[in-house]
């Protein structure tokens, strides 16, 4: 979605963004997704990514665009300049990047060549952003939201007249820019007199200024001196005593870049852009500082991140809750859809989801074995040993299991203790929600979906067991009416409980002006393929970490072979048992298990 139709939307504010630039190893990839992975929970409005010297970063840079749009559902600001490349070349990433469903460039004119002191135009090249931001237009139209970037201390390239840089930038907007995004600077009345030059200058696209916090002195001294950012006299005071202190440094860059955001509101400025040069905690605390935590709830359009959006111009209103804590592998199987469900989870979905393939069963830590077995047993032989690794992820002392991608979600952690000691008793979950009755849509936990609304979910629990689990269910579960179950096994064997083919509405809610919104459902047919992913990471992803002959992989490999993966509903949303009835069923195992039980395959362990 372009940036500029997002600013028309009425956002909350402030909004903001996100630059990050392409690490030059594989490694340093893995550790920006996982770093953007959280920091683009917080909502931003989009995140943009650098263009390396000449190119030299064209295909990572468009890669980390796409993995933005794909996986976090975040539109993405691609950097595109025009050092080194002729106009055919940069047609060509621009016909590339529109396929990929980038929709948004920021046009600059970029740095001198590598060896070069001053500027040059590359031979067939462009000669300026001005022209770029023409053959832009020229080539695409209004397909492209385009960025273009603004100096408040006049560009370091040039004289220092600010007034003609402003005409100078008043041309590029003229040439089709739609937005400015500014340098970054240290003082706020340079940015807001740069502003009224703007205005004055006849200028009305929206101008978003760049924020930079401290990271360490040595950087922050090197930083700006290379960009000739103006400093003032004070805050070189303040950081001579603490400038060989980098923690200290920290905070005071995190207390100067709050007290500038707030002083531009107070001006009339509804939103910022951080150049986190790839780091996370001074830029969290700075929005932390500003209350956007506070103000997430109403920031979610659902439950359930979003993603996709630039896929063919679809929207996705509706998700099974199975792949809740894998989401890049539902992204995957579903990537290929024509359409998405719209609004209810029905006959116009498309008819199958992609294939397993390798790609669904990637690591989710760095790959060293020894990192996982450190994570999840240097050799389990007995169930009970698998129970405690999902009660300890329960507990926040794993952060993720294979079925897990990340830590557990704040909805989850209410209901924690409960949890603990259900994964104790030999009831693994991989998957949960609590019950919720008419919640406003603003709950710090609960809420989505915009002011004003109420939202609701009912309790659902998917886990494993092993059959004679199963088997305590079935014989007390009708204790329980609003109590449904759905369970199979490895090789398609089922069992179910009040669970017919269909679809069933998990969570939904009630906002002014809309339809009752469903976002989360729990369907048949997607559960079955589903469980077909989730058997296969009891060995791909852990029993490949032992030899094949130990008693670890066989362990493993028995639970994979003969428990039941279990989807427990509870449709009483108003007063949920759900975790009464665990209890009844868990006396009911303990009454009757004797000691030989607490090392049996079948995993009876209480």
Not at 66 to 81: C, P, R
């Amino acid at each position: 979605m372009k940036i500029t139709d997002k600013l028309k939307e009425g956002l909350i504010e402030p909004y903001f963004s996100f630059e990050y630039f392409p690490p030059k190893t594989e490694a340093g990839v893995e550790n920006l997704y996982m770093r953007m992975d959280r920091m683009t929970s917080l909502q931003p409005l989009f995140v943009d990514v650098t263009w390396g010297a000449g190119g030299c970063t064209k295909e990572l840079t468009m890669a980390i665009c796409e993995y933005s749009q794909t996986y976090f559902g975040v539109d993405a600001l691609m950097h595109l300049t025009c050092t080194n490349l002729t106009v055919e070349e940069i047609k060509q990433t621009l016909k590339t990047a529109r396929d990929m469903g980038i929709q948004n460039i920021l046009a600059l004119r970029g740095d001198p060549a590598k060896g070069s002191i001053s500027w040059e135009p590359y031979p067939g090249g462009c000669e300026n952003a001005i022209d770029l931001v023409k053959l832009i237009r020229k080539e695409h139209g209004d397909y492209f939201c385009i960025g273009v970037v603004g100096f408040p201390e006049g560009h370091p390239y040039s004289t220092g007249d600010v007034d003609r840089d402003v005409q100078h930038l008043k041309q590029k907007i003229d040439a089709g820019a739609d937005f400015i995004l500014t340098q970054f600077f240290y003082d706020s009345s340079v940015f807001l007199s740069f502003r009224d030059r703007c205005v004055a200058e006849g200028i009305t696209c929206p101008i978003i200024p760049g924020m930079m916090p401290l990271q360490s002195y040595s950087s922050f001294y090197r930083m700006t001196k290379f960009c000739k950012t103006k400093v003032p006299t004070q805050i070189w005071v303040d950081l001579e005593p603490i400038r060989d202190d980098d923690e200290q440094v920290k905070m005071y860059g995190v207390k100067l870049c709050t007290e500038m955001c707030k002083t531009l509101q107070e001006h009339g400025i509804k939103g910022f852009h951080f150049y986190t040069l790839n780091l996370e905690q001074s830029v969290t605390m700075v929005l932390n500082s500003l209350g956007v935590q506070d103000s997430l709830p109403l920031r979610r359009t659902f439950p359930w991140r979003g993603s996709r959006a630039n896929l063919k111009g679809m929207a996705e209103e509706v998700r099974p809750i199975n792949w809740a804590n894998r989401p890049k592998s539902y992204i995957k199987r579903t990537v290929h859809w024509d359409e998405f469900p719209n609004g209810r989870w029905g006959d116009n979905r498309s008819p199958a989801y992609g294939d397993l393939s390798d790609s669904h069963f990637f690591r989710p830590v760095e790959g060293k074995k020894e990192d996982l077995r450190a994570l999840w047993g240097e050799a389990p032989i007995v169930p009970g040993d698998v129970n405690e690794v999902f009660a300890l992820y329960i507990e926040g002392k794993i952060p993720i299991i294979p079925w897990c991608e990340s830590a557990l979600q704040a909805e989850t952690s209410a209901i924690s203790n409960p949890l603990s000691r259900i994964n104790r008793s030999g009831f693994l979950t991989i998957n949960s929600q609590p019950a919720v009755n008419g919640e406003r849509s603003d709950h710090p936990v609960y809420g989505w979906g915009g002011p004003a609304g109420r939202v609701y979910q009912k309790a659902y629990i998917e886990f494993f067991c092993s059959p004679h689990h199963l088997q305590k269910i079935m014989q007390l579960i009708g204790h329980y009416p609003s109590l449904t179950f759905h369970a199979v096994d490895a090789h398609g064997l089922e069992h179910n409980s009040g669970v017919k083919k269909g679809v069933m509405a998990l969570t939904w809610g009630c906002f002014p002006n809309k339809e009752i919104l469903q976002p989360t459902v729990y369907d048949h047919d997607s559960f079955l393929v589903w469980s077909k992913e989730v058997f296969q990471l009891w060995t791909r992803s852990w029993a490949s970490l032992y030899e094949d002959d130990s008693e670890s992989a066989d362990l493993l490999y028995n639970i994979h072979d003969t428990y039941f993966l279990v989807a427990l509903i509870d449709n009483d949303y108003f007063e949920s048992h759900i975790f009464e009835f665990f209890d009844e069923v868990i006396e009911s195992l303990t009454a009757a298990s004797t000691p030989r039980d607490n090392n049996s395959v079948d995993g009876l362990t209480i």
